[in-house]
């Protein structure tokens, strides 16, 4: 099964530009435009289409650690140290990225500016001229949001950019910026825009989904969903993990396998969505919370569906709450439009969810995990034959985190 990564990766960028819009304040589609530009920035030097690739795609995910910035500032007050983890973390989160040009420092170096004023205190030719570009776009459209901006006022735009090259990145990158930011540049970072330009700027990709960059892609996205809160910093990872060892245990070829882990991998990714003060609350949701809590489900279902051919494992990822009685959610599907697969997602979301901690319950071990799901299963709910699986499969694993199968 072939994969198009450069449609998943714009699926990543999509969920960091919500928890910049959430965390920081940063405008809707920030990487998106980070990217586009940088895309566009590659052409104008006569970059090939892996320079391009390679640039663009760390542009897209260039605030990748961003929700463990975020983590990192609760527990200590110092900003500047913590820039620094932000972009060392960055770095190390996208190393699983298999270009044919090499990236390093692209994402480490995107706060420095070419008077050393940076968090590594890097002068120009220091680090590498790539980060320079992505440094260029990120400091001029965070400040003056760019899909704001109007052929009118343009022109007073490019003056100050020019007037203040150094406080945003190099001289030479703002000379190249300024070369692209024309009243065309601008009308493509367009809100209602800024999707079909990024998906014409990043060049074609094609993977096989059994390929480990592929897993290691699923492993990253489960991290970055993960940390958006400080009580589900392993429920999608281990919900992958699990995934993994039940289709070992069904005995699925590497394809199916893989297909899997990355359902379960992306299952909550809708959860960007979600208010981090209802994902939190310690005490029972009511009725309006639970509402937007389920609205998840949808927005992961639609930001998935911009992968071409990737509705199969779309429903794995996005069936997980909905019950073989037909009284789950989203969309209310009832057992014959449940595939086994879907059904095996919504047990592992379960045993996942009642067996770790979180504010409102303590974790609890397997015979205790199990209560609940024989329970579900017994009302109808969910798949009898797939909970006395797993109750084999799980029961070494009481109260203990499954390794990842990620090479």
């Known amino acids: 099964m072939i994969i198009r990564m450069d449609k998943l990766c714009i699926v990543f960028s999509r969920a960091f530009d919500i928890i910049e819009e959430e965390q920081i304040g940063a405008s809707e589609h ?16 006569g970059y ?8 663009a795609t760390c542009a897209l995910f260039h605030d990748n650690a961003l929700t463990e910035y975020r983590l990192s500032l609760q527990n200590n007050p110092d900003r500047e140290r913590n820039i620094v983890l932000h972009c060392e973390k960055g770095q190390q989160n996208v190393s699983w990225l298999p270009f044919k040009k090499n990236f390093d420092g692209y994402i480490l170096y995107h706060h420095e500016r070419g008077t050393g004023e940076g ?5 120009e030719g220091e680090y590498p001229f790539e980060a320079t570009l992505i440094a260029a776009v990120d ?10 901006i109007t052929p009118k006022t343009l022109p007073a735009l490019r003056d100050e950019i020019a007037e203040y090259a150094n406080e945003y990145s190099t001289k030479e990158a703002i000379e190249i ?11 493509s970072l367009l809100d209602d825009n800024i999707s079909a330009t990024i998906d014409k700027a990043l060049p074609a990709w094609y993977v096989d989904i059994t390929d480990p960059s592929v897993m290691r892609a699923a492993g ?3 991290h970055v969903i993960d940390y958006k809160s400080e009580f589900t910093q392993k429920h999608t990872s281990q919900i992958a993990n699990r995934a993994w060892v039940m289709a070992e245990h069904y005995g699925y070829d590497d394809t199916e396998k893989a297909a899997l882990f990355l359902a379960a991998a992306l299952h909550d990714i809708g959860k960007i969505r979600t208010p981090i003060d209802i994902l939190e609350k310690p005490g029972k949701l009511d009725d309006y919370e ?3 809590i389920k609205e998840h489900v949808h927005h992961s279902r639609m930001l998935l569906n911009h992968i071409p051919d990737f509705e199969k494992i779309n429903n794995w990822a996005t069936d997980h709450h909905e019950k073989l009685t037909g009284r789950g959610y989203w969309l209310g599907k009832a057992s014959h439009e449940l595939d086994f697969n879907a059904r095996l997602m919504a047990c592992i979301d379960i045993y996942q969810a009642v067996s770790e901690p979180r504010p409102y319950h303590d974790a609890r071990n397997h015979e205790q995990t199990m209560e609940i799901l024989y329970d579900m ?8 034959k797939i909970v006395k699986d797993m109750d084999e499969v799980m029961k070494p694993y009481s109260m203990q985190d499954l390794s990842s199968p990620i090479p």
């Open 30 to 45: 920030h990487s998106m435009r980070v990217a586009s530009l940088c895309a566009r920035m590659g052409r104008e030097l």
């Open 290 to 292: 639970f509402s937007v």
């Open 377 to 384: 299963a017994a009302s109808g709910a969910i798949d009898a």
């Open 119 to 123: 968090p590594f205190r890097k002068r």
């Open 139 to 148: 400091s001029i459209d965070v400040e003056h949001r760019l899909q704001t």
């Open 177 to 187: 910026l300024l070369d692209v930011l024309d009243t065309d540049c601008l009308e």
């Open 220 to 222: 990253f996205l489960a």
């Open 48 to 55: 090939d289409d892996d320079a391009v690739l390679a640039l």
